[in-house]
């Protein structure tokens, strides 16, 4: 199922204010919060997905990467990268309560981490089997580098906030209690961009596109998550960088089905081969091998070919390929064939079917016959 579309999400349109998303976002918020709708799941999924929108929309980088390239900007695509956490709820919840209580837990001048970035990996059966190494192109944002992640045009310096005098916060009451929130006009910092670098318009980060090399060990599943540190997003006045997670997706085959480090071949066979027995070629993942099928092989028996599966991640070796035998019987006969056929029915006495003689048997015993 698609995404909806943020805006529509909010009820908002797209030259919406900061100030309209955030309201829009506290009205929606509290009308859905879990704790109004116990038990709600629809409340309870409505939610989160109003939450996953504001964390988009009240974020200038996002919000421009979202207008410009839609979900593929900022969320999980089939084959790309996005945020590998859920929404980080940190931050709507100081929104949240703000617009409760008034205040928030948000703390001038720390340094907050690049986020974690997943990009989604598809590649074939044999590609998992062997190993590989990709290149693959991961946007992100990545520090400035002509403000070196300041923000500040280069030579310029940052000014005091006059309305919370560099403390980052403003103190007011509300009846009994004394309460404090970010300073509106500084958001916090304690410090107001005069003249801002003109690269990143005080952001602090870019958006770029770096490419990388990513190596996929042998026996990788779907599902699979390789880690690769430091190659997140950058962080904010300071914070580490996040991590990048390569999520893999292997391919289905239209020859092998994968059961743990085993893999299933399904091999049809005439029901003349099945009872005098022969010797098929089959595929392999590196390519084909004889197999033995012996005289009276019935349908559904497997074979199983040792060392010819999936490697194990973990190095504990190799699985096996597990021939399953389907013995095909033909729908459309000749003249001949019917009559060869009829002949070899007559010559039937039960001891070339012992499967059908012991049933016949116990039909026999049941019956009292």
């Known amino acids: 199922m698609s995404k909806r579309d943020y805006y529509e999400t909010l009820g908002i349109d797209r030259e919406a204010s900061p100030e309209q998303v955030k309201?829009?976002?506290?009205?929606?918020?509290?009308q859905y919060h879990p704790d109004k709708n116990s038990g709600n799941k629809e409340a309870e999924e409505r939610f989160k997905e109003v939450s996953e929108a504001y964390e988009v929309l009240r974020d200038p980088e996002k919000r421009a990467a979202y207008d410009r390239f839609g979900h593929a900007g900022v969320?999980?695509?089939?084959?790309?990268?996005?945020?590998?956490?859920?929404?980080?709820?940190g931050g709507l919840f100081d929104d949240l309560f703000e617009g409760f209580f008034g205040t928030t837990g948000r703390r001038r001048g720390a340094g907050q981490r690049g986020a974690d970035l997943r990009y989604n990996l598809t590649i074939s059966l044999e590609e998992a089997a062997r190993g590989l190494e990709r290149q693959v192109v991961i946007p992100r944002l990545d520090a400035c580098a002509s403000c070196?992640?300041?923000?500040?045009?280069?030579?310029?310096?940052?000014?005091?906030c006059s309305a919370c005098r560099g403390t980052g916060q403003v103190r007011f009451s509300r009846g009994f209690l004394t309460v404090s929130q970010p300073c509106h006009?500084?958001?916090g910092e304690g410090t107001?961009?005069?003249?801002?670098?003109r690269t990143c318009q005080g952001q602090a980060r870019v958006r770029i596109e770096r490419t990388l090399s990513v190596k996929v060990p042998p026996g990788v599943e779907t599902g699979t998550r390789l880690r690769i540190g430091g190659e997140g997003e950058a962080g904010i006045r300071g914070g580490g960088r996040g991590?990048?997670?390569?999520?893999?997706?292997?391919a289905e085959h239209p020859l092998f089905v994968r059961e743990g480090d085993d893999l299933l071949c399904e091999v049809p066979v005439s029901f003349t081969q099945a009872a005098l027995g022969a010797e098929l070629k089959i595929p392999t993942l590196t390519g084909?091998?004889?197999?033995?099928?012996p005289p009276g092989t019935q349908s559904g028996a497997e074979v199983r070919l040792?060392?010819?599966g999936m490697p194990s991640l973990r190095g504990y070796g190799v699985g096996d390929l597990r021939v399953r035998v389907l013995v095909e019987i033909p729908t459309r006969l000749t003249a001949r064939q019917r009559q060869l056929l009829e002949e070899f029915a007559t010559l039937e006495n039960g001891d070339g079917t012992p499967l059908s003689k012991r049933f016949l048997e116990r039909v026999r015993e049941l019956l009292g016959q």
């Open 192 to 197: 107001i961009l005069e003249d801002p670098c």
């Open 148 to 160: 070196g992640g300041t923000g500040l045009k280069p030579g310029s310096r940052p000014k005091t």
């Open 288 to 293: 084909s091998t004889k197999l033995k099928i």
């Open 243 to 250: 991590d990048l997670y390569v999520v893999i997706q292997v």
């Open 75 to 89: 969320g999980r695509s089939a084959e790309g990268f996005s945020d590998f956490a859920d929404v980080g709820f």
């Open 185 to 187: 006009r500084c958001r």
């Open 306 to 308: 040792r060392g010819q």
């Open 23 to 30: 309201k829009a976002y506290r009205k929606l918020a509290h």
